[in-house]
């Protein structure tokens, strides 16, 4: 594993890189200099939890933030430098925050576990006397940092992307390949967005998210999934209600592998999140 400090230097280095680097082409950007954008959802929503006894998490309120200068942007939590463009391609350097452990979230791994080995009919050996659950106790999933390289394709209403990410925050050292293609309707007011995709996730990303480890529980169950393919699927709606303010829709659907059923902590292969509500930009 490579140790915290050097991680944050890594982070740190590599965004000086994509803020002062003078070799790419220039890009679209506002005239005169920084462009900050700021925007704030409120409504009603669902994080879908898939874990086994597991509770959704509500959503209420969803902020969003963006900085662009010339070739250099910020998008929330990535980060991102326009490298090449040409015509209807673009070559950027990218980093991205990894969600997945929140798929995983605190006790209900644990619980979650324990309610898979239970149905499973996998013969454990317990001592006598001994609650059972006390010999689970799944180690935390943390959230990884990721970088690396997007190439994009857009012409009118469609969009391609292909994206390759390498863990930099030394959690797992396993890498990401997203792909995605998105279909973009005007209907007069009304925009919709349809984004279908699949990310590939390499072995060592796939284990340490997915996998069961030795340091999860005392019944010596492992598991290791190796390299998947997650699929998904996401519909979006913006419809105007003044200026800067739209009503806004979305829905996720991401679905997990059948190999995942063997780490025994899923109740279901896919995943849920959605959200209704009223804009307001800055």
């Not at 597991?54 to 963006?66: K, Q």
Request: proline share 5%; aromatic share 16%.
């Amino acid at each position: 594993m490579r140790p915290p400090l050097l991680s944050l230097l890594y982070c740190c280095l590599l965004s000086l890189v994509l803020l002062w680097s003078d070799l790419a082409l220039a890009a679209e950007s506002t005239e005169g200099g920084a462009d900050w954008r700021l925007s704030m959802a409120v409504g009603v929503g669902r994080y879908g939890s898939v874990l086994r006894d597991g509770e959704d998490i509500p959503l209420y309120v969803l902020p969003r933030w963006s900085f662009y200068y010339k070739r250099f942007y910020v998008e929330d939590l990535d980060l991102g430098f326009n490298l090449l463009q040409s015509g209807h391609w673009s070559f950027d350097l990218t980093t991205k925050q990894s969600f997945d452990a929140l798929l995983l979230r605190g006790s209900s791994l644990g619980n979650a576990f324990f309610s898979g080995l239970a149905s499973a009919n996998i013969p454990i050996g317990v001592p006598f006397g001994v609650d059972p659950k006390k010999l689970i106790h799944p180690a935390k999933r943390t959230m990884s940092y990721l970088g690396g390289a997007t190439l994009y394709w857009q012409n009118q209403d469609w969009q391609l992307s292909s994206a390759w990410h390498t863990d930099i925050s030394g959690v797992h050292r396993g890498s990401e390949w997203e792909n995605k293609v998105r279909y973009q309707q005007h209907l007069g007011p009304l925009d919709l967005a349809l984004t279908a995709g699949a990310r590939r996730l390499s072995s060592s990303y796939s284990n340490y998210y997915f996998g069961v480890h030795k340091q999860d529980n005392d019944f010596h169950y492992q598991y290791e999934p190796g390299a998947q393919w997650l699929p998904s699927l996401k519909m979006e709606s913006r419809f105007p209600l003044g200026k800067d303010k739209q009503l806004v829709a979305s829905w996720k659907r991401e679905w997990l592998p059948k190999a995942y059923d063997k780490n025994l902590f899923f109740d279901q292969r896919h995943q849920d999140i959605w959200f209704v509500g009223v804009s307001w930009a800055w």
